[in-house]
């Protein structure tokens, strides 16, 4: 997930790591605060792949300034990071759905609708996942378990209509 915010804020220009993380949160920060110990090592990854440039600069006070940037075929890395399978655990799910949502104007238009139709498949999956939860005859659920439960149904609700929307 990291990776594929760090690629959306390097598609302008290059970035220091403090400026990237300060990208990332003023885009993101509605759903994510990545630390630079969450960073760094993605970037890393990135270098190692090839899928990032990097550049040092030196101040005239001899200070050295790592710039990352994108390397030409970028574009190919974040399509295949874009579409690895989201996850099965459910809160990790929804991070990583909005992440995809939130940088996916870098998708041509014929991805962006694949993708857009598999993630509807996924939430209606939960949601039917989720109902038949609540409605288990051997399943007891305290006042709490089932008002959480309402609660991410509704939720699931809620994404599925922003993605039809988007799908418009």
């Known amino acids: 997930m990291i990776e594929l915010l760090i690629l959306y804020s390097l598609k302008d220009r290059e970035r220091t790591?403090?400026?990237?993380?300060?990208?990332?949160?003023?885009?993101?920060?509605?759903f994510t605060k990545p630390s630079v110990g969450t960073?760094?090592?993605?970037?890393?990854?990135l270098l190692e792949n090839k899928v990032i440039t990097i550049r040092n600069d030196f101040s005239q006070g001899g200070k050295?300034?790592?710039?990352?940037?994108?390397?030409?075929?970028?574009?190919?890395?974040?399509?295949?990071?874009f579409f690895t399978p989201l996850s099965e655990n459910p809160t990790i799910f929804?991070?990583?759905?909005?992440?995809?949502i939130a940088v996916m104007s870098l998708l041509d238009s014929e991805l962006k609708s694949t993708?857009?139709?598999d993630?509807?498949?996924k939430l209606e999956s939960y949601s039917l996942d989720l109902k038949n939860a609540l409605e288990d005859e051997y399943i007891t659920?305290?006042?709490?378990?089932?008002?959480l439960l309402?609660?991410?149904i509704n939720d699931i609700e809620n994404f599925k209509q922003l993605i039809e929307k988007l799908s418009d």
């Open 64 to 81: 050295k300034s790592t710039y990352y940037g994108l390397s030409l075929h970028w574009q190919k890395k974040f399509n295949d990071l």
């Open 141 to 147: 659920y305290d006042k709490y378990q089932e008002e």
């Open 39 to 45: 960073i760094h090592p993605a970037l890393k990854r």
């Open 115 to 117: 993708f857009l139709k």
């Open 94 to 100: 929804f991070t990583e759905l909005q992440s995809r």
């Open 119 to 121: 993630a509807l498949i």
């Open 150 to 152: 309402k609660k991410n």
């Open 17 to 30: 790591l403090y400026s990237l993380r300060s990208n990332i949160i003023e885009k993101f920060g509605y």
